[in-house]
């Protein structure tokens, strides 16, 4: 089994930061990409930030120069610095990963539980 298990929501003011973080556990021999969704209420989920396993990072444009997506390999970690939060980041996030279980296995996708991410006005 594998599981991505985040930490790190909560309830912040507008302009404030937070940290997510993610980590994977379990029956794992090779992460690949790694990345951070959200879900706001009566939204689709939609991407926030990834991560390939050699660093090359991506971002939401309404995100972009506000959160920082970054990984430890060795630690099988993935972490989301976010700054500068608006009311409008409002939602649950979630922790994604492809996983290779055993060398020879296809690349499978995993998703976390979901953490919750308030801001205030």
């Known amino acids: 089994q594998v599981q991505l298990v985040e930490s790190g929501g909560g309830l912040v003011q507008a302009g404030g930061s937070l940290r997510l973080s993610c980590a994977a556990s379990?029956?794992?021999?090779?992460?690949?990409?790694m990345g951070w969704y959200r879900q706001a209420s009566g939204k689709q989920r939609e991407l926030v930030a990834g991560?390939?396993?050699?660093?090359?990072?991506s971002y939401a444009d309404s995100v972009k120069g506000r959160f920082t997506i970054s990984r430890d390999n060795a630690k099988k970690t993935v972490s989301l610095q976010m700054n500068g939060l608006k009311p409008e980041d409002t939602a649950v996030y979630y922790c994604?990963?492809?996983?290779?279980?055993?060398?020879?296995?296809?690349?499978?996708?995993?998703w976390g539980q979901g953490t919750q991410v308030t801001v205030s006005s």
């Open positions: 379990g029956s794992i021999f090779s992460i690949n990409a």
């Open positions: 991560i390939t396993r050699d660093g090359v990072t």
């Open positions: 994604n990963a492809d996983v290779r279980k055993l060398p020879l296995n296809p690349w499978a996708n995993y």
